[in-house]
């Protein structure tokens, strides 16, 4: 290998099933991007996702929300078999009940079926780590020895995504099923070195990013890039956030690992108008050559509103505006996540050398953050296949 040669970490997570498994093993217990609050409006309502390889739900419940693996403690049935809904805790399989912490205490049967009360039996689901920023819900299975909460996790990212991600009326999302890698998308968020040749009816249209005008900041396990940054530094931008004096000037991108992307990006400015958009990407890993791709956006708090003439109306034109963002974020991750695919096809006879350019300067901020996380040892780690 070379000076300009790298390497990608784990590559055998891109590859196969096994590897796959035994990483999102260890990344099920990093703080991980799982949904919207949006989603959760009424009390009893979930929804279903993927942890860690695993099955789980959100749950917004009296006591507050919750998050479970989607396995009953009694025989391992799912608990939820669609994606949403509303309703209390019940097994479908023998009509187990759990309360709000997941105990199973209505049980059929029970003094009759195991000579105790369901109390005594002490049957629970495995529960999440589950915690709120913003509009976003972050869960994890808890590690061995526990590990920092979700604030100290994200660090200065943590007002940035607590301002950008705050529900909004006019939020939107779509969802796209991509034949690809988590990891190669990821890795194409991170990279301005492809928009000329994959964007180039829109990001790429005046050619490659003058180096004078990019910035790229480190945070932890996270990193940004400030278009024009100037003086601003991660903290500076975080302060600006927390206290709702951000100045939406220049396109701006954080990436919180392992699997969100926050955008921040001008729409238009007209009379007494400017207005900015929110976009969250985040990334459900579903096998290794397969993952759901989920994207929300909504009006950026930081963006002005127009006054006299131009705030009449203001609904009406967010819902226009909405569905041209909405139009232009389709188009740009259509065009990702072709590329991602076809990277898809090659992966079974790469080595995982790549030659990074200074414009995937973040790439190796992301590949370095994934190598300390997968040595973290995860309980329940599925035995390597490999070996056995």
């Known amino acids: 290998m070379n000076e300009f040669q790298s390497s990608l970490t784990n590559i055998a997570a891109l590859q196969r099933p096994d590897g796959f498994a035994q990483e999102q093993a260890r990344l099920g217990q990093v703080w991980t991007c799982v949904g919207t609050t949006k989603a959760l409006k009424d009390n009893q309502s979930w929804f279903r996702t993927t942890l860690g390889g695993r099955s789980i739900f959100l749950q917004k419940t009296r006591s507050g929300l919750r998050g479970f693996e989607n396995r009953c403690a009694h025989r391992s049935y799912p608990l939820r078999t669609a994606d949403n809904g509303i309703g209390p805790m019940v097994c479908g399989f023998h009509h187990w009940r759990y309360d709000d912490d997941g105990l199973a205490l209505g049980i059929p049967k029970c003094l009759e079926m195991y000579g105790a009360r369901p109390k005594q039996l002490d049957a629970q689901l495995t529960r999440l780590d589950v915690e709120e920023c913003g509009g976003l819900i972050f869960a994890r299975f808890a590690p061995p020895g526990g590990a920092p909460s979700l604030k100290t996790y994200l660090g200065a990212t943590y007002p ?144 002005t509103r127009g006054q006299g003439v131009m705030g009449i109306g203001h609904d009406f034109f967010e819902r226009i505006r909405s569905y041209f963002v909405g139009r232009s974020a389709r188009t740009v991750i259509a065009e990702d996540n072709e590329v991602c695919e076809g990277l898809q096809t090659n992966m079974g006879t790469s080595d995982g050398t790549v030659y990074l350019a200074s414009q995937e300067k973040r790439m190796r901020y992301f590949e370095d953050a994934y190598a300390s996380a997968l040595r973290m040892k995860a309980e329940n780690e599925p035995r390597d296949l490999a070996r056995a």
Request: with cysteine; glycine share 6%; hydrophobic share 40%.
């Open 160 to 303: 940035v995504v607590q301002a950008m991600s705050a529900q909004d009326q006019h939020q939107r999302r779509f969802v796209n099923d991509v034949r690809a890698n988590w990891r190669l998308i990821a890795h194409i968020s991170l990279d301005d070195y492809h928009i000329v040749a994959v964007h180039p009816k829109s990001f790429g249209k005046s050619g490659y990013l003058d180096p004078e005008n990019v910035s790229y900041l480190q945070d932890g396990w996270h990193s940004a890039f400030f278009s024009r940054g100037g003086d601003e530094t991660m903290q500076s931008v975080a302060s600006a956030c927390a206290t709702g004096t951000l100045k939406p000037e220049w396109y701006k991108t954080w990436f919180v690992f392992p699997n969100l992307v926050l955008s921040h990006v001008h729409v238009l400015s007209i009379g007494g108008l400017s207005v900015w958009y929110m976009l969250a990407l985040y990334y459900e890993p579903i096998a290794h050559d397969r993952t759901r791709l989920h994207v929300v956006y909504q009006p950026s708090p930081f963006s």
